[in-house]
């Protein structure tokens, strides 16, 4: 069992991993990529102390570097659910799981919201785990929403189990040829049922299906989190980055404006020495 658990591989978990190593606690670090895409994509960022002028890019690599440097490893897996168990927390990777006596949400912001339906019938029709529940629709009718090619290998593993794949391909370069998968050139626009989910409506109609499986790299922080509070599409934390759930920090802009690196940092920073806190008052 790890002491922190880091979700998120922008400036904040980057911080948080940073200062787990330093403050000698065992650690894993996760995230769906190694480095954050918006970072990455910033022209010119003129307000990171020591760094002025820099490009997104050259702050993506120092602070990779930086990490490199000390031997901090990623593990470059999407969580897609995170639960309390008998006083620890179980991270869910897959068909793997870790266990963890604190975690630090590092989440980012969600660009997309969740469409209609899909927070209400998760557990009940929907998955966001082709490798967790991918057997339990054998040979039935199932939809796939997927938005990254870097995932389409989950999609081949699903087609190669399901009867019928409807694919809704929200990204280019959409290569799959599996003989059972018919492609929807369409977004969903919500999803139907009673006791479980029944049907996907996307604009101009509708499919009928045993489940849906949305594969994206980013999951919203209530989802994830069961009983995790959640304000204006942000978790709620105190002045030591502390969530309404003992145990669990959040850093970063999934906290709230301003959507600042240096803020992210700061964030991270904090929220690592105030978990090292709690585990030392939990003892």
């Given at each position: ?34 480095t954050?895409?918006?970072v ?13 002028n ?25 969580v897609?659910?995170?639960y ?31 469409v ?7 557990g ?28 389409e ?19 280019r ?6 003989e ?9 626009q ?34 994830l ?21 003992a ?13 600042q ?23």
């Amino acid at each position: 069992m790890y002491d922190i658990a880091i979700i998120g591989g922008g400036p904040a978990g980057v911080s948080a991993a940073i200062n787990a190593k330093i403050l000698n606690k065992s650690y894993i670090w996760l995230s769906s990529r190694p480095t954050s895409k918006k970072v990455e994509r910033a022209e010119l960022i003129k307000n990171y102390p020591g760094l002025p002028n820099v490009t997104g890019e050259q702050l993506a690599w120092a602070l990779m570097h930086h990490t490199e440097s000390m031997g901090i490893g990623l593990t470059e897996e999407v969580v897609t659910g995170v639960y309390e168990t008998g006083g620890k927390f179980t991270l869910l990777v897959g068909d793997k799981d870790y266990d963890a006596k604190t975690v630090i949400l590092c989440l980012g912001v969600e660009a997309a919201k969740p469409v209609e339906g899909e927070e209400e019938f998760l557990g009940r029709g929907i998955s966001y785990c082709a490798t967790c529940d991918g057997m339990l629709y054998k040979g039935k009718r199932i939809a796939v929403v997927c938005t990254d090619k870097r995932f389409e290998h989950e999609i081949e593993y699903l087609c190669s189990i399901a009867g019928t794949c409807y694919v809704f391909p929200l990204y280019r370069g959409y290569e799959i040829r599996a003989e059972n998968a018919k492609t929807v050139l369409k977004s969903p626009q919500k999803y139907e049922g009673d006791a479980r989910l029944k049907r996907v409506i996307y604009k101009g109609g509708s499919l009928d299906v045993d489940g849906v499986f949305i594969l994206k790299s980013a999951i919203s922080p209530a989802t994830l989190v069961h009983g995790l509070h959640v304000a204006d599409g942000h978790i709620a934390v105190d002045r030591g980055c502390a969530t309404n759930i003992a145990g669990i920090f959040a850093a970063g802009d999934c906290t709230g404006r301003p959507y600042q690196y240096v803020k992210a940092v700061g964030e991270g920073n904090v929220a690592v020495h105030s978990a090292v806190e709690y585990m030392a008052n939990a003892e």
